[in-house]
């Protein structure tokens, strides 16, 4: 099972930065991309495939799916194939669904491919993915806020 850990560490004291992680949140780097199957319909129309959007997937635990920031989605040039009705703190909204490819460069995390992946306005809290439950259902994810030390598997 490939993990992914950071530590966050106090570059002057050298020891543990818990605030550090605090103010960013567990984290991992991120690309969104479009998926396989239409960067092969894309080249084979002679059309170029458009390059990945990087950044940072932030867990958010309160999420029970998975969000990727919506302008981005529409950058990469992907159609939005339905809706779907999405409870937030500020009420009901309906939503479009893309579908999506993450990547987690620099890491040994998998590639995840999402035939439908709600977009929405993420880039405000300083990410370009919120990692929702329906996947952390498949990961472990270590916080260890004494130690500023998050980790991830799946």
Do not use: W
């Not at 958010?60 to 529409?74: Q, Y």
């Not at 491919?113 to 952390?136: H, M, P, T, Y």
């Amino acid at each position: 099972m490939p993990v992914f850990h950071r530590r966050f560490i106090d570059s002057k004291s050298r020891k543990s930065d818990p605030d550090h992680l605090r103010s960013i949140g567990p984290s991992i780097p991120v690309e969104v991309a479009v998926t396989d199957l239409l960067a092969a319909n894309l080249t084979q129309s002679g059309k170029s495939v458009p390059q990945s959007h990087s950044g940072y997937a932030l867990v958010d635990t309160g999420a029970s799916v998975t969000a990727v920031d919506e302008d981005v989605l529409k950058q990469l040039g992907i159609n939005p194939i339905r809706t779907i009705e999405l409870s937030t703190p500020n009420g009901t909204q309906t939503r479009l669904l893309y579908p999506a490819k993450l990547l987690f460069p620099g890491t040994p995390l998998p590639p995840l491919e999402f035939a439908s992946i709600v977009g929405v306005n993420v880039k405000d809290q300083g990410c370009l993915v919120l990692i929702g439950r329906d996947i952390l259902r498949h990961m472990l994810m270590v916080y260890d806020g004494t130690g500023g030390y998050v980790a991830f598997s799946f």
